[in-house]
Nanobody, 126 residues
Framework: QVQLVESGGGLVQPGGSLRLSCAASGRTFSNYAVGWFRQAPMKEREFVAAINRIGSATYYADSVKGRFTISRDNAKNTVSLDVNNLKPEDTAVYYC???????????????????WGQGTQVTVSS
């Protein structure tokens, strides 16, 4: 497993932006696909975005397409999630997660991810 630490959350007004970061340590990061998930109060955890282990493919939930962008820098062992045009319904705890893979595809199923960060709170409110 890798150790993951998220940062960058905060309180932002509707329409605002944030950059969420996920710093990894412990294993060869380029062997891991990475995803972002979120969980709002009283709701189930949901997939947000994912990127394959070399950054050549990305996937997004329909609710965030065109507003969120996931990227990674394997030299720095980091994954970023740029969140733009935020809406109140984006309010949640955002989690970074990873799993080891030799392939270039990536799953959106949280059950496959075996490393999770502690989460960072994003609150969208006026």
């Amino acid at each position: 497993q890798v150790q993951l630490v998220e940062s960058g959350g905060g309180l932002v007004q509707p329409g605002g932006s944030l950059r969420l970061s996920c710093a990894a340590s412990g294993r060869t990061f380029s062997n891991y696909a990475v995803g972002w998930f979120r969980q709002a109060p009283m709701k189930e955890r949901e997939f947000v975005a994912a990127i394959n282990r070399i950054g050549s493919a990305t996937y997004y939930a329909d609710s965030v397409k065109g507003r969120f962008t996931i990227s990674r820098d394997n030299a720095k062992n980091t994954v970023s999630l740029d969140v733009n045009n935020l809406k109140p319904e984006d309010t949640a705890v955002y989690y970074c997660a990873a799993y080891p893979t030799r392939g270039l595809s990536v799953t959106t199923s949280p059950e496959i991810y075996d490393s999770w960060g502690q989460g960072t709170q994003v609150t969208v409110s006026s």
